[in-house]
Antibody
């Protein structure tokens, strides 16, 4: 059974960097059968996909245009986890942040976001 | 960016009734990459349907999905008390992946 455990601060000051980690159990961050995502949810924006990383002989990254200049998703193979960094945050970045896995089969990731972390409410405020 | 519009915004029904939820895309979406999620308060979304019509693991057969192109539907044949929640469609055939704004299924 795959489990995703999120960790990180719930309060970040404006202009600083939001950092969250998602620890994976029951799967591998380097798996060819998965891609690893960050999604956020707020009343004003709804559910918003932020980006993903996956390994297919090398690491690939894909980011939403809305945050592309500020976001980094990093895999950590040593600890079987991946992280989110969002720079220069503003109050508009206040949201519940989720990590999630998309399942892949036969080279196609078409199995949906099948496992989610528990969510972390991040508030951007001084 | 593919915009997904869900209707209605709220569906007020009684247990045992049939729920029909709609998701309309601003451009054609591959059925392989259209999914539905259920979300209850304080919880992460839960995958219900992937590939437009395949039930995820553990999802009862009262849930069904259909559609193609720009029009997709989630149907709950007979609502059980645990089905009252918010449902979201999502596409991930093209980047950025996008979600609909949700349909709340509430008890009448």
């Amino acid at each position: 059974q795959v489990q995703l455990q999120q960790s990180g601060p719930g309060l970040v000051k404006p202009s600083q960097t939001l950092s969250l980690t998602c620890a994976i159990s029951g799967d591998s961050v380097s798996s060819y059968s998965a891609a690893w995502n960050w999604i956020r949810q707020s009343p004003s924006r709804g559910l918003e996909w932020l980006g993903r990383t996956y390994y297919r002989s090398k690491w690939y990254y894909d980011y939403a245009v809305s945050v592309k200049s500020r976001i980094t998703i990093n895999p950590d193979t040593s600890n079987n986890q991946f992280s989110l960094q969002l720079n220069s945050v503003t109050p508009e970045d206040t949201a519940v942040y989720y990590c999630a896995r998309v399942g892949c089969s036969g080279g196609t990731c078409a199995l949906g976001l099948d496992y989610w972390g528990q969510g972390t409410l991040v508030t951007v405020s001084s | 960016e593919v915009v997904l519009t869900q209707s209605p915004g709220t569906l007020s029904l009684s247990p045992g009734e049939r729920a029909t939820l709609s998701c309309t895309a601003s451009q054609s979406v591959s059925s392989s990459f259209l999914v539905w999620y259920q979300q209850k308060p304080g919880q992460a979304p839960r995958l219900v349907i992937y590939g437009a019509s395949t039930r995820a693991t553990g999802i009862p057969d009262r849930f069904s999905g259909s559609g193609s192109g720009t029009d997709f539907t989630l149907t709950i044949s007979r609502l059980e008390p645990e089905d009252f929640a918010v449902y979201y469609c999502q596409q991930y055939g093209s980047s950025p992946w996008t979600f609909g704004q949700g349909t709340k299924v509430e008890i009448k």
